[in-house]
């Protein structure tokens, strides 16, 4: 009986310590920046950082992507733009996310070849795309 009574107290206690009250702040709406460009549809950008090729057109789902060889992709400034945002990201490119693939860009995918045990070429491949969650 008393180990029961102790089952419980412990049930309570650790119940206790897993309880959170719901503040109003987490269900209010995020604020916007009131001088962020604006259009019929609201904010048009609220990143931290804003790119050139935030903008530019692309589809507007994955797979036509998956369909496309590296050297029509590496034309279509919208995915050179994320390719070299997830360079960044991982601290392999430093230079400006423009959408043109340059010898920069190149660079940083031979570093990432070199250190992801790939076969170092410099140009964009299948391997390279997989390893930086590109379609």
């Not at 109003?24 to 950082?49: I, N, T």
């Not at 070199?114 to 170092?120: E, F, G």
Request: proline fraction near 7%; charge should be negative.
């Amino acid at each position: 009986m008393k180990l029961f009574a102790l089952l419980m107290v412990a049930l309570l206690v650790t119940s206790e310590a897993h309880a959170f009250i719901l503040d109003e702040e987490v269900f209010s709406q995020k604020s916007y920046d009131s001088l962020a460009p604006r259009d019929e549809y609201g904010p048009l950008h609220q990143g931290k950082a804003f790119n050139s090729t935030d903008l530019a057109p692309r589809y507007h789902v994955r797979f036509p992507y998956y369909f496309k060889a590296p050297e029509q992709l590496i034309l279509e400034p919208a995915y050179v733009g994320a390719l070299q945002r997830d360079l960044h990201r991982l601290g392999y490119y430093c230079g400006p996310i423009d959408g043109f693939f340059s010898v920069e860009v190149s660079d940083a995918i031979a570093h990432l070849q070199k250190n992801y045990s790939m076969r170092v070429t410099g140009t964009l491949t299948d391997p390279v795309r997989r390893a930086l969650h590109l379609p």
